[in-house]
């Protein structure tokens, strides 16, 4: 008997330990969230930009997605003109070889948000049109793998270059 239950509760480990490895694949995605203001010239109003940077697995293949949204900090717009000549998010899959090792990148894609800001002061929704997410690859339990995304805009009428916001990436999914 005492063999049968050393059988037994050795099956009970292995089985979870399958499961324990078997976790990212079934885990939910990974995300953090950045934000930032925008001080615009003249009477533009002043807006707070939020990206959400997520690192998805599903069915296999892992992919990193950033959502923009955005709201006006005063509730009245008095000047509607044009606010950005440019405004694009260039999000990031990336992987790591150990857990503080130097991220890769593996795959990358660049959205031009323009005219959706441009046409939109406050925009909440979750829809493809505000989400850039990047060409998916073969998810590897062996290294560490994480989202991450850059801005970059330009304002309109303000006589300076563009500007260059690094995101917080998500945090590390590995397994």
């Known amino acids: ?19 324990l490895l078997a976790a ?4 939910t995605d990974q995300f953090s969230r950045s934000q930032f203001d925008v001080v615009l ?14 690192v998805g697995l599903k069915d296999g293949l892992i992919s ?8 006006i900090l ?13 405004f694009k ?9 150990t857990k503080t090792s130097e991220d890769h990148v593996v795959t990358t894609k660049t959205c031009d948000l323009t005219r959706l800001v441009n046409d939109n002061y406050t ?26 995304s850059t801005v970059v805009y330009d304002i309109e009428g303000d006589g300076k270059a563009a500007v260059t916001k690094g995101l917080q990436g998500s945090p590390l999914v590995h397994g």
């Open 41 to 54: 010239p003249g009477q533009k109003p002043a807006t707070t930009y939020y990206v959400q940077n997520t």
């Open 74 to 86: 005063d509730d009245q717009a008095i000047d509607l003109s044009k606010r950005f000549t440019s």
């Open 24 to 27: 990212p694949a079934s885990a």
């Open 89 to 97: 998010i260039t999000t990031r899959l990336e992987e790591r070889l």
């Open 64 to 71: 990193g997605k950033s959502t923009a949204s955005w709201q």
């Open 123 to 148: 925009w909440f929704l979750d829809e493809p049109v505000n989400n850039c997410l990047t060409p998916s690859t073969v998810y590897d339990d062996e290294v560490w793998w994480s989202a991450d």
């Open 1 to 19: 008997m005492r063999h049968l239950l050393t059988s037994v509760g050795s099956i009970g480990a292995a089985v979870a330990s399958c499961v």
